[in-house]
T-cell receptor, first 116, second 111 residues
Framework: DAGVIQSPRHEVTEMGQEVTLRCKPI?????LFWYRQTMMRGLELLIY????????DSGMPEDRFSAKMPNASFSTLKIQPSEPRDSAVYFC??????????????FGDGTRLSIL | SQKIEQNSEALNIQEGKTATLTCNYT??????LQWYRQDPGRGPVFLLL?????KEKRKERLKVTFDTTLKQSLFHITASQPADSATYLC??????????FGDGTTLTVKP
């Protein structure tokens, strides 16, 4: 199993630019999660999907952030326009099913985003 | 508001000793509690899950306890090795599957 695949691994861009982060979950997993990790705030859940449908986006910081899951094997997290305070490591995770808190989450290795 | 606290940001122990990490929470009634390991530059990796009606769970050198009265979980690594050095995160889960993570404890095992 290839695990959760995220791209790019690193992204450096200037303030105001659009940033798109990509995630391929583990095949057969029905739930997908986007997290952001910083030293100050730790690992924060931004949004999660169940069967490609967004269930809870209460962690999305503001309207500049949007996430989509057009099919079971692909999701994107977009920031437009980007700001320096968006600099963080963004993780995608998947689990076999949601609605069940006993499922472990499988994380990708993250995208390290730097906004100059 | 909900709060999760993991003991001290860093824990240093000697190889062979038992490492004990603490996860305390307030204003929360989790159905499940999970522990993850995170290495530098990598994503968290799932280790163990314990349910609210379970007192203890073991896996090889790892042991987790869950006390819903004290609102605390303890994570033990026995016979610790330098390879156990990493950051360990606890996560509280509701029945809906939404996870809230602690800030983690960085463990260093010295040879």
């Amino acid at each position: 199993d290839a695990g959760v695949i995220q791209s790019p691994r690193h992204e450096v861009t200037e303030m105001g630019q659009e940033v798109t982060l990509r995630c391929k979950p583990i095949s057969g997993h029905n739930s997908l999660f986007w997290y952001r990790q910083t030293m100050m705030r730790g690992l924060e859940l931004l949004i999660y999907f169940n069967n490609n449908v967004p269930i809870d986006d209460s962690g999305m910081p503001e309207d500049r952030f949007s996430a989509k899951m057009p099919n079971a094997s692909f999701s994107t997290l977009k920031i437009q326009p980007s700001e320096p305070r968006d600099s963080a490591v963004y993780f995608c995770a998947s689990s076999e099913r949601t609605g069940w808190g006993d499922q472990p989450q499988h994380f990708g290795d993250g995208t390290r985003l730097s906004i100059l | 508001s909900q709060k999760i606290e993991q003991n001290s940001e860093a824990l240093n122990i000697q190889e062979g000793k038992t490492a004990t990490l603490t996860c305390n929470y307030t204003n929360y009634s989790p159905a499940y509690l999970q522990w993850y390991r995170q290495d530098p530059g990598r994503g968290p990796v799932f280790l163990l899950l314990i349910r609210e009606n379970e007192k203890e769970k073991r896996k090889e050198r790892l042991k987790v306890t869950f006390d819903t009265t004290l609102k605390q979980s303890l994570f033990h690594i026995t016979a610790s090795q330098p390879a156990d050095s990493a950051t360990y995160l606890c996560a509280l889960n509701t029945n809906a599957g939404k996870s809230t993570f602690g800030d983690g404890t960085t463990l260093t095992v010295k040879p």
